[in-house]
């Protein structure tokens, strides 16, 4: 039986929407998606999340980042901080994404620390952690796994980790067309679960929602969120098409 923990459906948009099409793409999904006990979740870039706020109409959909600094202010050219989030309304950030640690040098220690300042803030992080295609060959998914996860959740406390959203998102299904089947979804998600039990405690972490990203759309998402350790998804490619979004969103409301 499935444990009662929050249901997440995350997209994540990463650069591909100007204005325009920002405000279209959120209407489209807004008539799409109704409001729910599941948390609907679009992760924008910066720069239209202005927009996206006042497009939004329904309380259905909630807004998050992509990225957010460990700073409160200062010499930090290109980076936006919390305050800067919090004053747009914002209370999401995706940190840690394997695009962020591939082409701009986010390391666990930096994971580490703006997941800190945004828990400090009222501000959720997604936290995400996989292995690329080299490490899931070589055998060590599980090490690195376990790794990411001690370095970015140091001097975590038990209400920080219940405040945080896991996203387990192997590189080689990221963009790629190809999902890990449920069983290797399954397989990870269950390991994180259970090394959050070790690092925490059992009851917090079966309190934690982990999530699955990496090629998830709406024909495999009912098989991967059927599986007792996936509470979600986070959608990079499914989530820039209304279609496809609110048709895995209605099958993790079945989910509930
Ligand atoms: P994808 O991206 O769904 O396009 O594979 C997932 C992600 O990068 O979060």
């Not at 497009?55 to 957010?68: F, M, P, R, V």
């Not at 790629?176 to 679960?193: D, L, M, P, Y």
Request: hydrophobic content about 40%; glycine content about 8%; aromatic content about 6%.
């Amino acid at each position: 039986m499935k444990v009662k923990r929050k249901t997440v459906i995350a997209g994540n948009w990463k650069m591909n929407k100007n204005k325009a099409e920002t405000v279209e793409l959120l209407k489209e999904m807004e008539a799409k998606i109704s409001k729910s006990d599941i948390k609907v979740l679009l992760c924008l870039p910066y720069i239209n999340l202005p927009i996206a706020s006042e497009t939004l109409e329904s309380g259905a959909i909630e807004l998050g980042a992509e990225n957010c600094h460990w700073a409160a202010k200062g010499a930090f050219t290109g980076e936006v901080s919390r305050d800067m989030l919090l004053s747009y309304g914002i209370k999401h950030s995706i940190i840690g994404h394997s695009e962020r640690r591939q082409y701009f040098g986010e390391t666990d220690e930096t994971v580490n620390r703006r997941s800190i300042a945004c828990l400090e803030n009222g501000i959720t992080p997604i936290i995400c952690v996989g292995e690329n295609l080299e490490q899931r060959e070589e055998g060590i998914t599980k090490d690195l796994i376990k790794e990411q996860l001690i370095k970015g959740l140091a001097s975590f406390t038990d209400e920080m980790i219940s405040n945080t959203i896991i996203a387990y998102e192997p590189i080689w299904a990221i963009g790629t067309g190809k999902t890990a089947t449920s069983e290797q979804a399954q397989e990870v998600c269950g390991f994180i679960r259970s090394l959050l039990a070790d690092m925490f405690s059992a009851d917090v972490a079966d309190r934690v929602s982990i999530l699955y990203g990496g090629s998830m759309n709406d024909a495999n998402a009912e098989e991967l969120l059927s599986m007792p350790d996936i509470d979600g998804g986070l959608i990079g490619g499914a989530s820039l098409k209304a279609d496809s979004f609110s048709t895995i969103v209605n099958i993790a409301k079945r989910r509930l």
